[in-house]
Nanobody, 115 residues
Framework: QVQLVESGGGLVQPGGSLRLSCAAS????????MGWYRQAPGKERELVAD???????NYADSLKGRFTISRDNAKNTVYLQMTSLKPEDTAVYYC?????????WGKGTLVTVSS
């Protein structure tokens, strides 16, 4: 069993930055693909970025250059650094762990970008 706990969300002004964290329990973090997804009000959940165990990363085209995913396997934690935030980035951000036969989601953390 894996538990994912996101943190770091909150209210931020347009143009600001936030760093989200997702701490994972269990022992497969280092060999799993870790992803960040988001769901805005009235919209479907979408991929923000993911990071494989081999160190490769993948980003939604619209977010490249503003968001950065990173991971610390020693701490079982994946991060999402978000910069130049826009009101349209307002969403619940979810962490996901993927490994063959394993697919877990966190409960999400709310990011609100507003003045």
């Amino acid at each position: 069993q894996v538990q994912l706990v996101e943190s770091g969300g909150g209210l931020v002004q347009p143009g600001g930055s936030l760093r989200l964290s997702c701490a994972a329990s269990g022992s497969i973090f280092s060999i799993a693909t870790m992803g960040w997804y988001r769901q805005a009000p009235g919209k479907e959940r979408e991929l923000v970025a993911d990071s494989t165990s081999f160190g490769s990363t993948n980003y939604a085209d619209s977010l490249k250059g503003r968001f950065t995913i990173s991971r610390d396997n020693a701490k079982n934690t994946v991060y999402l650094q978000m910069t130049s935030l826009k009101p349209e980035d307002t969403a619940v951000y979810y962490c996901r762990l993927i490994y063959p036969g394993w697919d877990y989601w966190g409960k999400g953390t709310l990011v609100t970008v507003s003045s």
